[in-house]
């Protein structure tokens, strides 16, 4: 069974830093895409960044630059490192995983089966 728990989220302020931690349990780490998206109170799912199986990453436009996906295979975590926060970034973060081949595919949310509960990350102006 697999398995995804996200933590990290918080309270920041504008222009601040957060990490996002997602452990994997089920031995998907590695064989399957991962990836992170956001959800805005009355928005549709967003995704944010992806990593697939070759280890090639994904950025949607509105964190490039800002957000870095990495990886533990010693932890079977994937992390979000968030800089330059804004009010806009402010949302529930998910992690994502399943074996998604289409490399459009990467940062939509129908393409992937198993979800993790959330993290919430709040920035203030």
């Known amino acids: 069974q697999v398995q995804l728990v996200e933590s990290g989220g918080g309270s920041v302020q504008a222009g601040g830093s957060l990490r996002l931690s997602c452990v994997v349990s089920?031995?998907?780490?590695?064989?399957?895409?991962m990836a992170w998206f956001r959800q805005a109170p009355g928005k549709e799912r967003e995704g944010l960044a992806a990593?697939?199986?070759?280890?090639?990453?994904t950025y949607a436009d509105s964190v490039k630059g800002r957000f870095t996906v990495s990886g533990d295979s010693t932890k079977n975590a994937l992390y979000l490192r968030m800089n330059a926060l804004t009010p806009e970034d402010t949302g529930m973060y998910y992690c994502?995983?399943?074996?998604?081949?289409?490399?459009?595919?990467?940062?939509?949310?129908?393409?992937?089966?198993?979800w993790g509960q959330g993290t919430q990350v709040t920035v203030s102006s």
């Open positions: 994502a995983t399943h074996y998604v081949t289409s490399a459009g595919s990467r940062l939509i949310a129908a393409a992937y089966t198993y």
């Open positions: 990593v697939d199986q070759a280890g090639t990453l």
């Open positions: 089920g031995s998907t780490y590695g064989r399957y895409s």
